[in-house]
């Protein structure tokens, strides 16, 4: 699971910013009014002495704070940089309307490369917007105790410092409105892209949009971690998150991460080999799951090793665990998962219980989604006394072969009109429960849309109908004839 370090980010922004504030004495001295500009340029061969045109830029992003009055542009002409003496630190942001924008020029790329003690750019004021850097070095691109704040499209790789990320939004205050949109991170030491802090409620409002995540959690690559590892994205102790149509692969830890986070919805993307789990939810709730894919290719890098062999990752796993977060004593509430499809992972869906508490799980509903060629067991659940109110009915399992499709008890927790291809079924069937193998359109495979059902098949018309399953994972209304189907489509 995911340890976002928000006192050490805090410790380095402070220090970076107090050595700003002096180098450039913006303390005692305010940059007068003919010096400032809308847009400020900055150059690798600039002079912060320089009026910051196109012409004659400026040096360092705080050379062209200091030209700003308060908003505007600071656009960075392509080439290499190096970030020391904390000249990547943003202590002026801009406002609503008018927010500070650090760029790369049109049609060039600023490579950022940060020495040790700096971020590429640590943003510790409101309303700015950092779009279209490369960043590589010591530490990535983060915020600290800043709201409104947009990352979008930069590319973030080859992080060295322990257990830093590649993009990180934190703080020790509320915070919210951060954005982190079409940004590619490759190979940082722990978490790929980290929205929160730990503690619930941190931050608020949060976007975070078709990036592409590879090789997170890249420091521990060649240890068998039994915890404590980064995720490709997280978001931790937040509120209202839409995390929709990223791409995260080949993560040495876990996929996704909604962790002690309220109103959590993660929708539509793809996690593909993870070491942990692809899709977690930690202490997650009212939380949604719907729409994703998890799948492992066969790759041993990313099998954890629990004691009796290599192991692939589980697909999709909401855990109360006691104690880190919240402590005993609050139950997982609220969640949903549905039409999502798990292909060749350990277990498709778990609940579990871990700590020294059984607050258990509340109110969740498991339904349509497809877990095809699980290695251990289709569906797990723990299931103590404090579970009540759940719902897993409608999904298709097809575990491996002379594995289990059930497991667990199923106290608390309604189970009806499941397909269980084969495997052994804990407690017996329930109620309009199905048998065999379903026909899918391509068989077996990779993608997700392989496990159409064809007509006629095991699944057609044999659902039960679920107020919070409306469509199918394309947008399919349900039932689309008469009754619903199993799994994660509609015919």
Request: glycine share 14%; with cysteine; net charge positive.
């Amino acid at each position: 699971m995911i340890r976002i370090h928000p006192h050490r980010l805090r410790a380095l922004l402070l220090a970076a910013l107090a050595a700003a504030l002096l180098a450039t004495g913006v303390v005692a001295v305010a940059p007068s009014a003919g010096a400032q500009s809308d847009t400020v340029y900055v150059a690798p061969n600039g002079n912060d002495a320089n009026r910051g045109t196109r012409s004659s830029p400026k040096a360092t992003i705080q050379g062209a704070m200091l030209a700003l009055r308060g908003g505007g542009e600071i656009v960075m002409r392509g080439g290499s940089y190096t970030i020391s003496n904390s000249s990547g630190v943003v202590w002026q942001g801009g406002e609503r309307g008018n927010p500070l924008v650090i760029r790369s020029a049109k049609g060039e790329r600023a490579r950022l490369r940060s020495t040790p003690g700096n971020y590429c750019v640590s943003v510790a004021a409101d309303h700015v917007r950092v779009k279209n850097l490369e960043c590589s070095g010591w530490a990535g691109i983060g915020s600290y105790n800043a709201s409104h704040v947009v990352f979008r499209g930069n590319y973030v790789h080859d992080i060295t410092a322990d257990r830093l990320q590649g993009i990180i939004a934190t703080g020790d205050r509320p915070i919210r409105n951060i954005t982190v949109r079409n940004n590619r991170v490759v190979r940082v030491p722990h978490t790929g892209i980290a929205v929160g802090a730990t503690r619930a409620g941190a931050v608020s409002d949060v976007l975070i949009k078709k990036n592409k995540v590879r090789q997170a959690n890249y420091q521990f690559r060649n240890t068998s971690a039994s915890g404590g590892w980064g995720s490709g994205i997280s978001a931790v102790g937040a509120d209202d998150v839409l995390i929709v149509r990223n791409d995260v692969r080949r993560t040495y830890g876990e996929g996704y991460n909604c962790a002690l986070s309220n109103r959590c919805r993660v929708r539509r993307n793809v996690g593909v080999d993870a070491y942990g789990t692809i899709f977690y939810g930690d202490n997650a709730t009212n939380s949604l799951w719907e729409d994703n894919v998890a799948k492992t290719t066969g790759d041993r890098r990313f099998y954890r090793n629990y004691g009796f062999g290599g192991i692939e990752a589980a697909g999709y796993v909401i855990a109360n665990e006691a104690g880190w977060f919240s402590g005993p004593g609050a139950p997982v509430s609220g969640n949903v998962f549905r039409n999502n499809i798990a292909i060749n992972v350990n277990i498709g869906w778990r609940f579990g219980e871990y700590g020294n508490g059984s607050a258990g799980m509340t109110d969740t509903i498991v339904a349509n989604n497809t877990f095809v060629g699980t290695s251990v067991c289709g569906i797990r659940l723990h299931s103590p006394s404090t579970n009540r109110g759940n719902r897993v009915v409608n999904n298709i399992v097809v575990p491996d072969r002379g594995k289990a499709a059930f497991c667990g008890g199923d106290r608390g927790t309604e189970l009806r009109n499941n397909l269980w291809a084969r495997g052994s079924v804990e407690g017996g069937l329930r109620a309009g429960d199905v048998r065999g193998m379903p026909d899918f359109v391509k068989g077996t495979g990779l993608k997700a849309s392989s496990y159409k059902l064809r007509p006629g098949s095991r699944g057609v018309n044999d659902g039960r109908s679920i107020s919070l399953v409306t469509d199918d994972r394309t947008g399919r209304s349900r039932p689309s004839s008469g009754r619903f189907d199993i799994g994660a489509f509609e015919r």
